[in-house]
C-alpha cells in the first residue's frame, strides 16, 4: 500500500513552554464538559496539529486536559517528520505523536483538535478551506480551536468551530503584555486579520473596544485587571460579549479573555 501524503507544507518549527497556556486554560474550562460527555468504552480523542520543533505544547495540553477529563487521549500530529521522531521518547500512556497533516491520521474522530499558529503561515483562501476540511474530520459534536499568538504567548486570539460552522472568536491577553486592546490585532486568525480594515466588523469592535479601555482608565488605580473587567462591562452594551460562564463574564474576564460569537465580528461578503 503506497503511504498517504501529509496535506500541508513544513514551516518553521517556533514554539516555547507555556506558550498555549491561555488557550489551554480556555479549552478546560469550555470543552471539558465536552470530552467527559464521551461515552463509555470510547476515551475522547483531542489532536494538538502542528506542535512544532518540540513535544512541549502537547504534553502541556494532555496534562491540564487529563485534570478535566482523565480519560483523554492526545495526539500530536506534525507534519515534519524529523519533530515526530524528536516527541517520540515522551510519549506516554494517552499521549502519542504522529506524523500527518490536515488530513487527520488518528484512529477515529477527534472530539476536539487545536491547531495554534498553524494556519497563520498560509494563505488567507487556504486557512479558509484548511478550516472546512478540519471541521469535516471531527467527531459530530467535537470542536476544532484555530488561533494565533505572540512568541511567549502573551497575546493571543483563537476561534471555535463546530459542524455548524464558526462559532466564537476569543481574545486573551497578559495584563502586562499590551498597551491597548486593539493591540492584539496582529494576532489575529489568518481569516480575519486582513479585515481589520474600516467597514468590517473586527475593526470596528477593535476600535470600540479601544475607547471603552480609554473610559475605563480610571480604574488601572485598581489595577490593569479591574479595568479589563469593567471595560468589557461597558463593551457589553454595544457588542454581543459573552457574559455567562463558561464562555464569559467577570470569571473569564478576570483571566484577561474576552469572547464573541463569530458573527458579530466576522467578515462582510
Ligand atoms: C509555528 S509552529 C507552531 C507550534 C505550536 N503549535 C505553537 O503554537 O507553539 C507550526 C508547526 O506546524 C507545522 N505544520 C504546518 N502545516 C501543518 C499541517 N498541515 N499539518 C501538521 N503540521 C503542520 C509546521 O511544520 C510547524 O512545525
Known sequence: MRPVRPVGTVTRGTTGHNRLRRCD????AVYGPLLRSARAGAAPLVVDLGYG????????LFTRLRRVCPTVEVVGVEISPERVAAAKP???EGLTFVRGGFELPVPRPPMIVRAFNVLRQ???AEAWEHWHRLRAGLHPSGVLVEGTCSEIGHRATWVA?????PRTLTLAARFTGFERPSDLAERLPKTLIHRNVPGERIHAFLADWDRAWAAC???G???TRQRWIKAAELLSRD???EATPPTGGPGRWRLGELTLPWSSVSPRG
Do not use: C, M, N, Q
Open 122 to 124: 498560509y494563505g488567507e
Open 53 to 60: 520543533a518540540s513535544h512541549t505544547t502537547t504534553t502541556e
Open 239 to 241: 457588542w454581543p460579549v
Open 90 to 92: 515522551y510519549e506516554r
Open 25 to 28: 486554560r480556555w479549552i478546560a
Open 161 to 165: 468551530l463546530g459542524a455548524d460552522g
Open 217 to 219: 482608565a480610571s480604574f
Open 221 to 223: 488605580a485598581y489595577g
